[in-house]
Nanobody
Framework: QVQLVESGGGLVQAGGALRLSCTASGFNFRASAMGWFRQALGKEREFVAA????????TSGDSVKGRFTISRDNAKNTVYLQMNSLKPEDTAVFYC????????????????WGQGTQVTVSS
């Protein structure tokens, strides 16, 4: 059974940093592009970043570009999100997700999601 488990969230002051991890099981992790999304209270889910199956290509949303970096370690079945220069508006539940394809899909089509980890940035 496909399972994605996020960790690393918490409370941090504005300007600080956190690294989120997502550990996958139940499928061939190396064959899938992976993504990170977030959802703040009262708002729609927002795309954050994605990475191809071998880490050769990455992309990120405009609101986090230059501050967040996605990476992966296929030997550990884990994808990471390094978040620097955090802002209060980054406060949200962060989710990792599995892509249906090995390359980053243009449609951002994902089929499995983790339960999320809370990130709270204080001012």
């Amino acid at each position: 059974q496909v399972q994605l488990v996020e960790s690393g969230g918490g409370l941090v002051q504005a300007g600080g940093a956190l690294r989120l991890s997502c550990t996958a099981s139940g499928f061939n992790f190396r064959a899938s592009a992976m993504g990170w999304f977030r959802q703040a209270l009262g708002k729609e889910r927002e795309f954050v970043a994605a990475i191809s199956w071998n880490g050769g290509r990455t992309t990120s949303g405009d609101s986090v570009k230059g501050r967040f970096t996605i990476s992966r370690d296929n030997a550990k079945n884990t994808v990471y999100l390094q978040m620097n220069s955090l802002k209060p508006e980054d406060t949200a539940v962060f989710y990792c997700a599995r892509s249906k394809t090995a390359t980053i899909p243009l449609s951002l089509d994902y089929d499995y999601w983790g339960q999320g980890t809370q990130v709270t940035v204080s001012s």
